[in-house]
């Protein structure tokens, strides 16, 4: 799933492409894309798109007249930027949003079609749309130790949990720990002063450095490259393969459709984590899905361990 650096460079991608561009026309492909229907997928033609923004893992477009179009890109879709009235073509082609100048494609690789598209009229509307997690790149020590220690959880649910922080994923989520020097299970309420501290300096330099990088890599270019796993990274994706820094062979344990990636040596004491035992401290404390973990946010039966 794309998160904060890749959606950042989605929303400056989309800055330099179709600013104060009017949509000419829309062919929507998959019925499984909109999930809105007032207002209607065509009341947005013929608008100008007027400005960007990223809540949460959620590109939005914003539109004149008040409107808004906000896409959820969930594990597989992507965009892409083609040459004027490119068709959406192949299966995995979700919809085409044409412009003057050009085309933005949708694509989802996957068949369970998870991808999502709401339009909205209005900030109130648009707000429905935030999980409410805490934008770290712009909050201070006290108020990220303050949300990481209102719920207790393992550290990397509570990373990854969109409702305490904004844009933060499986990828990334590793990259910070590792960093960090951190173990993805210890529990929030017991972490040492220091290790919250560790925490709230790498999460920043993380995400920073990641979204420069990924800047310099795709110049003016719209931002095509972009995955989960990158070569660059140290322990995500590197399941097996050395530790850049110790040479321990990276661990992973994978529940459901979520995967942590760590160094024994260098965050868990040489300690190797199994996956059945993970699995059993995670049925615990993780959700399948974001979908089922906002659902109990909704429905009030998540609570504090």
């Not at 499984?32 to 033609?45: H, M």
């Not at 040492?192 to 300096?201: A, G, K, N, T, V």
């Not at 979908?291 to 998540?302: A, F, I, N, V």
């Amino acid at each position: 799933m794309p998160e904060l650096p890749d959606i950042t460079l989605y929303v400056e991608g989309f800055g330099r492409t179709i600013f104060n561009e009017p949509i000419v026309g829309i062919d929507l492909r998959s019925p499984f894309l909109l999930r809105s229907v007032d207002p209607g997928i065509f009341e947005v033609k013929k608008k100008a798109v007027t400005g960007f923004r990223r809540i949460g893992k959620r590109v939005v477009w914003e539109l004149e007249d008040d409107l808004f179009m906000v896409f959820h890109l969930m594990v597989a879709g992507r965009f892409h930027w083609k040459p004027p009235g490119t068709r959406s073509g192949g299966r995995n082609h979700l919809a085409s949003f044409h412009f003057p100048h050009g085309t933005v494609t949708l694509t989802e690789t996957s068949t369970k079609k998870r991808a999502s598209l709401h339009i909205v009229k209005g900030e109130d509307q648009l707000q429905e749309h935030d999980p409410g997690g805490l934008e770290a790149l712009e909050s201070d020590f006290q108020t990220f130790r303050n949300r990481l220690l209102s719920e207790n959880h393992t550290l990397k649910r509570a990373l990854t949990d969109p409702t305490l922080f904004s844009g933060i994923g499986n990828a990334f989520s590793d990259e910070i720990l590792f960093e960090a020097g951190l173990s993805p299970i210890i529990w929030t309420n017991r972490l040492e002063e220091e290790e919250i501290e560790r925490l709230f300096e790498f999460t920043q330099s993380v995400l920073t450095d990641w979204i420069e990088r990924l800047r310099s890599e795709t110049g003016e270019k719209f931002p095509e490259k972009v995955t989960a796993f990158r070569k660059q990274m140290f322990v995500h994706g590197r399941f097996r393969k050395p530790c850049k820094s110790c040479e321990t062979e990276i661990q992973r344990v994978v529940y459901s459709s979520n995967e942590t990636n760590y160094c024994p040596r260098c965050q868990t004491s040489g300690k190797v984590l199994a996956d059945r035992s993970m699995s059993r401290l995670l049925k615990k404390d993780w959700p399948r899905s974001i979908e089922e973990l906002e659902l109990r946010k909704r429905s009030g039966t998540e609570k504090a361990s």
